[in-house]
């Protein structure tokens, strides 16, 4: 049996295969096999020397080699592992990444993490044992040096809508900080000084920064904020939270929400009091049949089409063999006015 500094790869040396592995443990490549795919018939002890060679090595087993696999060693294929794919936002980037690849012959893997640390993880696990060509990760969890492997090895991993901790790479983001603020700017402007933030959960770096620029916007006019809600995740909990604000004995005049489905759950509040022509709102993302709804929603949009389309591009100039230090994109949101936003408040604009 070959000892283990000898086994093991050195810096830029291709991924391990199979027989390594076998080589390592003392076994049959097919006793590997059987370990990787959970067959019955493999001894305790080589199970056991199996999966330690699997571990020091960071073996991957190629699920995609009959289907996928191009003779360069890639798979033709590219992960998303996005917010949620029910949310317009994350189909609007996971349609923008498949026009971008389609034209290369390259397919887009997906899934929603769900604000789940542990789920963003079992994802990037699942899609870099089928080895991915690429990865592009919408975060949930606080640190993503767990990649650094899979970048050192020449992984392109792009990060949208919030950037990476603990890692260096391409980010690609919307300018939340000045979005929010433009909303704060437009609601002041049309007379109204008490107004309330619903926000999504705190531990989203977007969240934080749509927060910032909503405070630091009203401090510049010397306001402070009527009402501040944040860690609202689900239309119900934002339907209430709204509610609450809404009766209290000084409600605001106005509401700054910042993320689709806060904006939805805050509309429906206020249609449900009946209040939706004389408190005005600013949602920051658009979603769908915002524009036909009475009256119609004054949104701070973010590009997702866009920010779908320079991550595919950093991606393939990458795979492309352009090599440049890792750096932030940001993507400019945009005020569309519609009518909620600009639903007229108490005092002279």
Avoid: C
Avoid at 114 to 136: K, N
Avoid at 269 to 295: E, N
């Amino acid at each position: 049996m070959h000892s283990a500094a000898s086994a093991a790869p050195s810096e830029g040396r291709a991924r391990p295969t199979l027989r390594d592995v076998a080589q390592l443990a003392g076994v049959s490549p097919k006793t590997v096999s059987r370990v990787v795919n959970g067959e019955a018939g493999v001894s305790a002890p080589k199970t056991a020397a199996v999966r330690r060679a699997i571990a020091q090595l960071d073996y991957r087993p190629n699920f995609t080699a009959s289907s996928l696999r191009r003779a360069n060693g890639r798979s033709a294929a590219i992960a998303a592992v996005l917010e949620d794919l029910a949310n317009p936002f994350s189909a609007a980037l996971h349609r923008a990444l498949e026009d971008v690849a389609r034209e290369r012959g390259v397919l887009i893997f997906a899934g929603s993490v769900d604000e789940s640390p542990e789920r963003e993880r079992e994802l990037v696990h699942a899609f870099t044992m089928r080895q991915a060509d690429a990865l592009v990760v919408v975060p949930a969890s606080d640190d993503q040096s767990y990649l650094a492997g899979e970048v050192s090895s020449g992984t392109p991993v792009v990060f949208v809508d919030r950037p990476p901790i603990g890692l260096p790479a391409d980010a690609v983001l919307a300018d939340n900080h000045e979005g929010a603020a433009t909303a704060v700017h437009h609601l002041v402007a049309h007379g109204h000084r008490n107004v309330a933030y619903l926000g999504d959960l705190q531990t989203i770096a977007t969240a934080r920064q749509r927060f910032q620029g909503f405070r630091e916007a009203l401090a510049e006019h010397g306001i402070r904020p009527a009402g501040v809600v944040h860690d609202l995740h689900t239309e119900r909990e934002s339907v209430e939270a709204a509610r609450r604000l809404l009766t209290a004995d000084a409600p605001p005049t106005a509401l700054f929400t910042s993320q689709n489905l806060v904006t939805v759950g805050a509309i429906r509040a206020l249609q449900q009091l009946g209040w939706q022509d004389r408190v005005a709102l600013v949602g920051f993302d658009d979603f769908p049949l915002a524009d036909l709804l009475q009256p119609a929603v004054t949104v701070i949009a973010q590009d997702a089409a866009e920010m779908g389309r320079v991550a595919a591009s950093l991606i393939f100039r990458r795979l492309d063999g352009e090599r440049w230090p890792p750096r932030t994109h940001l993507v400019p949101s945009r005020l569309i006015p519609r009518g909620s936003g600009e639903i007229r408040g108490p005092h002279p604009g």
